[in-house]
């Protein structure tokens, strides 16, 4: 389920083994209304997925203000989860619909529908092949031109599998991915599908900043600039992080 839930979390960073923490490099406006699916940094800009049935849309945001420049809704009943830039197209999963929509990056046209038989939650691309999470412990590989499914990975962290797989973000080789209702971000081999390592994101919001919002949620990564930026859903902030081993 992904239904709305509000928790504390006491504003202090722990490490455990094989646990990277972080330092905060920039903190940046986020709109607070905004129930972040999906995160995708290209040429500048954020573009982000929102998700709830009647708020749900995708969104050109200024990374500095916060603004968002250009936006469209998505409809009910659908629940808008996440997005990858593929060429010159913008592609959005849905939650339990099982319909996905295919925009062109600039205009923000939609172009075309497909369907997938999962649950759609997370999505992101390694230059080759798209790569979808539907909330199990199971990477879907899918073709970027026919958007139909090539292949799976299952996730396993010593020897267990990692439920709760959400969103995703293709960084220096290695699949990120958000564990749904945690603070703890999933460093992924994306060729043995074996946890690398995890990044615990404890205490980016402090306890009086985290009341009425909803999980960590949202990667992007600056590929140009070697900038990693996280944020939440419902959060007012998006940060620019430097992993700490």
């Excluded at 839930?5 to 923490?21: K, M, T, W, Y």
């Excluded at 599998?161 to 209702?181: D, K």
């Amino acid at each position: 389920m992904k239904k709305f839930v509000c928790f504390f979390v006491a504003p202090f960073v722990f490490l455990l083994l094989g646990q990277s923490g972080y330092k905060i490099v920039h903190t940046y406006p986020h709109d607070p209304g905004a129930f972040t699916q999906g995160l995708v940094f290209y040429d500048g800009y954020l573009y982000g997925g929102t998700g709830m049935v009647g708020e749900s849309s995708i969104r050109k945001v200024d990374l500095t203000s916060g603004k968002v420049v250009q936006k469209v809704d998505l409809p009910a009943p659908y629940f808008g989860e996440g997005i990858v830039l593929w060429k010159d197209k913008l592609i959005e999963l849905t939650w339990q619909s099982k319909i996905g929509f295919v925009y062109d990056r600039a205009t923000f046209k939609q172009l075309r529908t497909f369907t997938y038989n999962r649950e759609g939650w997370g999505i992101t691309q390694d230059g080759k092949r798209l790569i979808m999470s539907d909330g199990s412990a199971t990477l879907y590989f899918w073709d970027p031109e026919t958007l139909k499914e090539i292949g799976h990975l299952d996730v396993v962290d010593k020897g267990s599998p990692v439920q709760n797989l959400n969103e995703l973000e293709y960084v220096h080789g290695e699949i990120y991915a958000n564990v749904w209702m945690t603070d703890r971000i999933a460093r992924i081999s994306p060729a043995t599908g074996h946890v690398i390592g995890w990044i615990d994101l404890t205490g980016l919001l402090s306890g009086a900043e985290r009341r009425g919002t909803d999980v960590l949620n949202g990667i992007a990564y600056d590929a140009k600039q070697n900038r990693l930026f996280v944020t939440g859903k419902r959060w007012p902030k998006l940060f620019e992080i430097r992993l700490a081993p």
